[in-house]
């Protein structure tokens, strides 16, 4: 079960970069289409809030891939 559990905090260590990527993409594609500077600073804002949920999801799972590493050698 622990080794299934690294698998996914593997996957999401991994999909990281790609979230970040995607935002910043993102708002290179709503300047190249014209969007206002004051709506594109609110999707900016939506985008990072967005990956930093990623972030604090995989931060949550390696900490708790940790804390199971750790009771099952108790």
Do not use: H
């Amino acid at each position: 079960a622990i080794i299934m559990y690294a698998v996914v905090v593997l996957f999401q260590l991994v999909t990281l970069p790609v979230e970040f990527n995607a935002s910043q993409r993102a708002m290179v594609y709503m300047g190249q289409i014209g969007l206002p500077a004051q709506e594109r600073k609110g999707a900016f804002d939506v985008l990072r809030a967005c990956a930093f949920t990623y972030l604090a999801a995989a931060l949550t799972s390696v900490l708790q891939l940790l804390w199971l590493l750790n009771q099952r050698e108790d």
